[in-house]
Each structure stands twice: as C-alpha cells, then as structure tokens.
C-alpha cells in the first residue's frame, strides 16, 4: 500500500500541497517551477502568479543582489551557505510587507539539472515574541538597576543613622554619667546630715528614697546602653576563668536581694563543687538579667527557683510563678527594645536580654525560654562545661 502511494507522482504532490510550511521548487536559474498552498497564503500571490517566475520576486530588493552573487559563487566553488544549513532571512508578500522567516534550502539533481527546494517557516510570531522577551528583559534589568540604586541609598543612609545613634548612645551615656553620680552623692549626704540632726521626716525619707532607685535606675539604663554598644562594635572583651558556679549563684542571689519585694524568695538548687570555665563577669550580667526579671515580673510572696543541671554543656534554670511572656511576644523577645504587652506598668528598657543573649553565645552557650501568661516564665542560660 505504502509503495504504491509512493510511486503514485500525485500521491507525492499532494504531501507537499499539504506541508503546513511553504514548499517552493526552483531551477537553477531561480526561476519557480512548483510552490504548495501554503506559499500562496503565506505570499499572498496565486499559484498562476508564481510560476515561471523569479524566486526574486518573493525577496526584498537589498536581497536580490545577494541572491544572484550567491548562486553564481554556488554554482562555481560549491560553497554552501544556506543549503543544508538553514537560515533566517526577509521575505516579501505580494502587497510589499517584509517578513522574517527561517529558510531550509536542499539541492538536488535530475538528468543533470540543478534543482533546489526552499522550506519557508513564517517568523514573524516567534520574532515578536523574541522583541518582546528582550524588552522585557530590557525593564528588568533597568527595574534591578534603579531598585539597586534605592537600597543602596537606604543601606546608607541607615548606615548613617546608626552612625548618628551610636554616637549620641555614647554621648548621653557618658555624659549623664557624672551628672546622676553628683545626684547620688548629694542625696546620700542629704540623708546622712537629716538623720544626724534628727531632722528627717518618714515623708522626707521615702522621697530620698526614690531618688536614689530612680538615679540606679538611670545607671542601670546607661551601663546596658554602653554594653549594647560594646557588643555592636565588637568590643567585647572575653576572660575566660575557671570559677564555682555555686559561689558565683549565691553572689549573684545576694547582689539582687535589694530588689526582692515581700515575702519573695530564691531557692537554689546547685551541687556545691561544680566549676566552670568562662567569663565571670559576662556570665554574671546573664543571670543577673534573668533573676532580675524573674524577681521584676513575680508578685510578691511567690517564689523563684534557680536549678542546675549538667548535660552536654551546664545548664542554669531560673523559673518564676510571675506574669509570664503572652504566645504572640515571644518570638520577639529578645530584640532590641521590645517588651511584652502584659509588661507596661513594670519599669524596664527591653535591652538585658537581648544583651544577655548575645553574651551568652559569645560564651559558647545560649539562653532560651518557655512561658505562659499568669503562670510563670522558664529561662535557661546553658554554659560550655
Ligand atoms: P526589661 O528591662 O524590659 O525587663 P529585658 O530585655 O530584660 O528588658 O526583657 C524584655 C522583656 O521580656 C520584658 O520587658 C518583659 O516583657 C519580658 N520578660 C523578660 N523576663 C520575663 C519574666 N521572667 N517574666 C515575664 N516577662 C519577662
């Protein structure tokens, strides 16, 4: 069956009337002996319109000079420059409008006469696509380019801000420094003169009092400033020691019973021969920062417990039955300045754990926590053994 159709001329010519590309046939000369139906609808031209004419007459002008040089260097050398290769060039319709197409050229010889068979895929789709890709490359390029731009002039400008804030965090810190001393010093002569000359009201007491929380207070805001800003400019300095972690948690229970309130108490749990090797006093601004708090944002009677237990790396737990940390601050916690809804009428900045965190990963450890509103808080500081 196959043969048969194959041997069948007519058979041959109705697969190429059928090509959805345009199929044109030409002798040697360039002159059209066959074109399919796609060539009429691609030229616009009729089958009658074609024959016997030039293959020219489908080209742009500035072409045609090429055409003929290059058949005639063909003819003599040979050298293929389109046939069996392919290429894109410019074709024209009937009504003048130029196209761009793909060109597939085969060469082929019957009783000694030269043929050739052009393939033509119309472009001009895959063409506006390509122009339209490279535009739109083109707008992303110019788009990264100007977004570029923006945030490198955001990137400085917050370079410049945080230039201007450490300058004025270390300004105010130093510079408040003396002042809030002098406070202090006066106030705790006030006080020393009032009681010697038994002149001192209970009123008088307790605003002296308060003077002198607030001016600790103060310096307490100022030492975490200029330690945030240590730590910023990578300016900490650590000294490792090898020191007993039970001396060092009773120091620092000690250090902090001032700010105990009533009836509150800190039990601890610690094997009495446990050392450790790190950096005393980093170590010390850790727990202080977690016992502080826990003592801060307990009520009074309830109690705080500080526990060690020793796995891969020594691990101090301070529990509190305080106000806790509500679900939706905690994953905040420990950024710079933030503080949870429920902390408002505590005093605080929302700088120490942030600090304390850091500390304790430039000691080799870490400091985590579990909590829950009106339940209490679970803080751990691990420290390398
Ligand atoms: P602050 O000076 O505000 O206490 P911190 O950085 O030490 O700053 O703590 C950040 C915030 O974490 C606190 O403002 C508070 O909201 C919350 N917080 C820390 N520790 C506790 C705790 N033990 N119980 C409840 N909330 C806590």
Not at 7 to 24: W, Y
Not at 244 to 250: A, E, G, K, Q, S
Request: charged letters at 25%; a negative charge; proline letters at 2%.
């Amino acid at each position: 069956m196959i043969n048969a159709v194959l041997q069948n001329p007519k058979a041959f010519k109705s697969i190429l009337e059928t090509v959805i590309d345009a199929v044109i046939t030409t002798d040697s000369m360039g002159k059209i002996l066959f074109v399919n139906h796609s060539t009429t609808q691609l030229f616009g031209y009729s089958t009658d319109e074609l024959i016997g004419q030039s293959i020219e007459l489908l080209m742009p002008n500035n072409h045609r000079r090429h055409h003929a040089s290059y058949m005639q260097n063909y003819k003599q050398t040979g050298q293929k420059k389109v046939i069996g290769i392919g290429r894109k060039i410019d074709a024209k319709k009937k009504n003048g409008e130029m196209f761009p197409c793909w060109l597939s050229l085969t060469h082929f010889k019957i009783n000694g006469d030269d043929f050739f068979t052009g393939i033509i895929k119309d472009y001009s789709e895959l063409e506006q696509a390509h122009q339209e890709l490279a535009e739109l490359n083109q707008n992303l390029e110019q788009k990264v380019k100007e977004k570029t731009a923006e945030l490198e002039i955001a990137l400085q400008k917050e370079k410049e801000l945080n230039h201007l804030k450490s300058k004025f965090l270390t300004l105010a810190s130093h510079e408040f420094k003396t002042p809030l001393a002098t406070i202090l010093s006066s106030t705790i002569l006030i006080e020393k003169h009032g009681r010697n000359a038994n002149t001192f009201s209970d009123a008088q007491e307790k605003h002296v009092e308060r003077i002198k929380r607030s001016v600790n207070l103060l310096n307490e805001i100022i030492e975490e400033f200029i330690n945030l800003e240590k730590i910023e400019k990578n300016k900490i300095d650590i000294k490792q020691q090898e020191f007993n972690l039970y001396d060092f948690l009773n120091d620092c229970i000690g250090l902090l019973s001032v700010l105990k309130k009533e009836g509150q108490i800190v039990e601890l749990n610690c094997p009495e021969h446990l050392l450790v090797h790190s950096d005393y006093d980093l170590s010390l601004f850790v727990l202080m920062n977690l016992l502080s708090n826990a003592i801060k944002y307990s009520k009074e009677q309830q109690k705080i417990v500080v526990n060690v237990t020793v796995e891969d790396q020594v691990l101090i737990h301070v529990i509190d039955q305080g106000i806790g940390i509500p679900h939706q601050n905690q994953q905040f916690i420990f950024e710079r300045f933030y503080r949870s809804d429920n902390s408002s009428n505590v005093d605080g900045t929302g700088i120490g754990l942030h600090i304390a965190k850091r500390y304790a990963n430039l000691l080799g450890g870490d400091v985590s926590f579990t909590s829950e509103e009106n339940k209490g808080s679970h803080f751990i500081f691990s420290m390398p053994k």
